[in-house]
């Protein structure tokens, strides 16, 4: 339910948010744009993150403020997890960013040849080591940094 212009602004104003307006012309309609990572409707992904299962907040909480930090397709990215059995289902992907490689052996497994060809996929150290190791941070960083001609496409 939206609420009157007049309560809008009330309410804004009792929570310190000053909205912008455009000073001259209208406004433009948003494009419509599919989500970076349609997935859910059968579509391929952008950029498509592999984990060890089990990771604790913590190490999820590091590799997400990363994923963040790189930008907004990282941040959105599809993120599996290897479990007992693989991956199953792996969605068509541009960039794989894979954190271990254990989980490199599980996504080659379960990826056809094809779509493997045609991806990047960058392997990076597990969260765990991520999150001792200044090195794998580094590490991390630099593989973010090789996905970005990939991803700057997207």
Do not use: H
């Not at 289902?89 to 490199?104: M, N, S, T």
Request: glycine share 12%; net charge positive; with cysteine.
């Amino acid at each position: 339910m939206a609420a009157a212009p007049d309560r809008r602004q009330r309410l804004l104003g009792a929570m310190g948010i000053t909205p912008w307006r455009l000073r001259v012309g209208g406004v433009a309609p948003e494009p419509e744009v599919a989500p970076a990572n349609d997935t859910a409707r059968g579509g391929s992904a952008v950029c498509v993150v592999v984990l060890p299962a089990g990771c604790s907040e913590r190490e999820l909480d590091l590799v997400g403020r990363a994923l963040r930090a790189y930008g907004a397709v990282t941040g959105r990215a599809a993120r599996l997890e290897v479990g007992e059995r693989g991956l199953g289902d792996v969605p068509a992907a541009r960039a794989y960013l894979v954190f271990g490689e254990a989980q490199a052996r599980a996504l080659g497994r379960d990826l056809p040849a094809a779509v493997m060809s045609a991806a990047q996929i960058v392997l990076v150290d597990t969260p765990s080591a991520i999150l001792v190791d200044p090195a794998a941070k580094r590490r991390l960083w630099n593989g973010l940094r090789a996905l970005g001609p990939t991803l700057r496409g997207a």
